[in-house]
């Protein structure tokens, strides 16, 4: 019975919609997590009666024909990058991107990585870095007998000397932004990387055309809707339990054909 192969592929697309809702809802406090949403597509179609062809010799044809879809598969699961809110943490390194943009990180193997969660701090040699030590690029640091460290919304790193009246700049900030968000590859730990599908980086200062700007002692919260994760979670559990019900008549159709006599 086909209806039985179509229920599993539909409790196996719910199943995958709820993994990726309980991600979501898992992240709700991850700073600068952008939420996903999975996207399905219906599987390819059996003709009983093919729409088009000839019903008679007097050359009329079949308006619509017969097809059976087969049932359901992911397509992919999108990444929604929405900006997310800002939260204000006092923090002298933490940084909020207000609009486009990824910070660029240097990670050890040489790589460079990407990420909007701009909860920073300085290495024992001054150096801002992530909260995995990794280096945030451009390499900027911050003298050890600074007072004061300010970052403005163009990125410049300002510092506070001991018998000085002006600021003194020590590096400049910038962002990187892609023509396809959706496309980079996540890896962990708040960092994506570039790939085919998410094109080349565009790097530029912050504030410039396309870019965002800075939010010093600021972060960037997650842009997932709690009222909105729950409501998808409660229609993929119902369109699991009308699929699971689905193969649940079927297995009894299936029944009553080996109990005829």
């Known amino acids: 019975m086909r209806a039985l192969g179509t229920a599993a592929t539909g409790m196996l697309a719910q199943q995958l919609n ?12 991850t700073t600068g997590y952008k939420r996903q949403r999975a996207e399905f597509q219906d599987l390819l179609y059996q003709d009983m009666r093919r729409a088009g062809a000839s019903s008679s010799d007097a050359g009329t044809i079949v ?3 017969i097809q059976i879809g087969v049932g359901v598969k992911t397509a992919s699961v999108y990444r929604i990058t929405d900006q997310g809110g800002l939260e204000s943490t006092g923090n002298t390194y933490d940084l909020a991107i207000q609009g486009a943009g990824y910070f660029r990180v240097l990670l050890p193997n040489g790589d460079e990585a990407y990420t909007r969660a701009g909860s920073f701090q300085v290495s024992p040699t001054g150096e801002i870095v992530t909260q995995d030590g990794f280096t945030v690029l451009p ?5 050890q007998d600074a007072l004061d460290v300010t970052i403005n919304p163009s990125g410049e790193v300002q510092v506070a000397l001991d018998g000085q009246v ?3 700049t020590v590096g400049q900030l910038d962002l990187a932004i892609f023509f396809n968000e959706a496309g980079l590859h996540p890896q962990g730990d708040n960092l994506f990387l570039e790939s085919t599908a998410s094109g080349a980086a565009s790097v530029g200062v912050p504030g410039s055309t396309g870019f965002g700007t800075l ?11 709690a009222v909105g994760e729950i409501t998808a979670l409660i229609s993929a559990q119902r369109a699991y339990e009308m699929n699971s019900k689905v193969i649940t008549t079927a297995d009894e159709m299936m029944s009553v054909t080996n109990q005829l006599r």
Do not use: F, H, K, W
């Open 215 to 225: 939010r010093q002692s600021y972060l960037e919260t997650s842009n997932v809707n």
């Open 166 to 168: 002006d600021l003194q």
């Open 18 to 29: 709820v993994d990726v809702i309980s991600n979501n809802i898992a992240n709700m406090t």
């Open 63 to 65: 308006p619509s024909g």
């Open 139 to 143: 390499s900027i640091t911050v003298p």
